[in-house]
C-alpha cells in the first residue's frame, strides 16, 4: 500500500534539516537507561533538529537481538509527538524481517523506515530491487549507501537508478565515504528523473560542509541538470547537534564564502577523532558517547558489545579536536539545558 508523506513532513524533508542518528543510552550493566534515552532526544529537539533517526547504524543494529527495537523506537517517538520533525526508523534484515520492522515503525507513528541492506549480500540487483519494493510497500523508504568499512555493500549506478524509480522513496542517506560511490547515487537519481521527488541527505561524515555547500552537475541526455543534497542525517551530528543546526542554517541562507568553505577540512578533522579513523572506524559509536558523556548527557560508553569500546588514543584524540575546534562545540548549550533534559 502506498503511504505518502504528510505534506509538511515532505516538504520538511525536501527543504532539508538535521537528523542525528540517535545513539543507545546504556548503563553500566549494559541495560537501557531510558532517562538519558529520553534525554538525548530532547537534546537533538531542543538543539533545532527537524528530525530523528532511530534505530540505524548509531543506535546499534544489535538493538534487534537485545530486544530493544520496539522500547527504542517508542521511547523516541514518545518525546517527538508534539513536534514537527521526520522520524525515520532504521530497517534491517532479510525482507520479512524488514517488512515486519516496518510495520512496527508505521504503528509508532514513524514517517519513513530507513532500509539497510547489509544483510543482504551476495545478492543481486534483481533481488535487492524486489526486496526494497516489498519494503516500500509498508512505508516511505529511504535509501541507505553505508560504506563498505562498517558492514556496506557496493551499490553501483545501475541500483540506484532502479531503486529511485520506485515510487514510495522519498530519501536517499548517501554514506558510502566515497566520492565516485556519492556520484553514482546522484546520476542514478537523475537517470530515473526522480530529482525533484527524492530528498538527498548526507551521511557522508568525512565530507559534511562541501556535501550540503556545492551543486552537483549531472548530465542527462544531453542536457545538464542540478541537484543538490539538501540536509544530514548522520552519525556525527548525534553530538555538537546545535552546531551542526547552525552550520545547514548559514548554509541554506546561500552565504557560501571562503570561510564557510574552509569549514569542511575542520568538521572532517573533528569526525576523524569522533569516528576513529585511525583504526578504521572500530571506535565511531563508542566516540560519539565519549563526547555525550563528557557533556553529561551519557553516563558511560558503553555499547551492547563489550569488545566495542574506545581504541587506543582515541580518547586523546577527542581532547585535540575539543581544544582545536571549541568554537564548533555547543557544551554551554548541552550544560545550560541538561538537568530539564534529564528530569
Request: hydrophobic share 45%; proline share 5%; aromatic share 6%.
Amino acid at each position: 500500500m502506498h503511504r505518502p508523506l504528510p505534506p509538511d513532513i515532505a516538504a520538511l524533508l525536501r527543504r532539508g534539516t538535521v537528523i542525528p542518528a540517535h545513539p543507545l543510552a546504556l548503563d553500566a550493566r549494559r541495560k537501557l537507561d531510558e532517562r538519558r534515552q529520553r534525554a538525548l532526544a530532547r537534546y537533538y529537539l531542543d538543539a533545532g533538529s527537524g528530525g530523528l533517526a532511530v534505530g540505524v547504524h548509531a543506535t546499534q543494529f544489535a538493538i534487534r537481538e537485545a530486544g530493544l527495537y520496539e522500547p527504542v523506537l517508542r521511547i523516541a517517538a514518545e518525546e517527538a509527538a508534539k513536534r514537527k520533525v521526520v522520524m525515520i526508523a532504521g530497517l534491517s534484515g532479510k525482507t520479512a524481517q524488514a517488512k515486519k520492522e516496518a510495520q512496527l515503525a508505521a504503528s509508532l507513528g514513524y514517517h519513513a523506515g530507513m532500509l539497510s541492506l547489509a544483510p543482504m549480500k551476495g545478492a543481486s540487483i534483481d533481488q535487492l530491487i524486489e526486496h526494497c519494493a516489498a519494503v516500500a510497500a509498508e512505508i516511505p523508504l529511504v535509501g541507505f549507501y553505508l560504506q563498505t568499512a562498517v558492514g556496506g555493500i557496493p551499490l553501483p549506478m545501475q541500483f540506484w537508478q532502479r531503486f529511485a524509480a520506485i515510487e514510495n522513496v522519498v530519501a536517499i542517506k548517501i554514506a558510502p565515504f566515497n566520492r565516485y560511490a556519492t556520484l553514482d547515487v546522484l546520476k542514478g537519481v537523475v537517470a530515473a528523473r526522480a530529482e525533484e521527488r527524492i530528498a538527498l541527505y548526507t551521511g557522508n561524515d568525512d565530507h559534511i560542509v562541501l556535501d550540503l555547500a556545492v551543486p552537483f552537475d549531472i548530465p542527462r541526455n544531453g542536457q545538464t541538470v542540478r541537484v543538490r543534497i539538501r540536509g544530514g542525517l548522520l552519525g556525527h551530528w548525534s553530538v555538537w547537534t546545535r552546531s551542526a543546526v547552525a552550520l545547514l542554517e548559514r548554509i541554506q541562507r546561500g552565504k557560501v564564502d571562503e570561510d564557510l568553505l574552509a569549514l569542511d577540512a575542520r568538521v572532517t578533522d573533528c569526525n576523524s577523532a569522533f569516528f576513529d579513523v585511525a583504526h578504521n572506524f572500530a571506535g565511531c559509536i563508542p566516540g560519539c558517547h565519549e563526547v555525550l558523556r563528557r557533556q553529561g548527557l551519557l553516563e558511560g560508553t558503553w555499547c551492547l558489545d563489550p569488545n566495542e569500546r574506545l581504541s587506543p588514543g582515541q580518547a586523546e584524540e577527542i581532547d585535540r579536536v575539543y581544544r582545536e575546534h571549541a568554537d564548533l562545540a555547543d557544551d554551554a548549550f548541552v550544560r545550560a539545558n541538561l538537568e530539564r533534559w534529564l528530569t
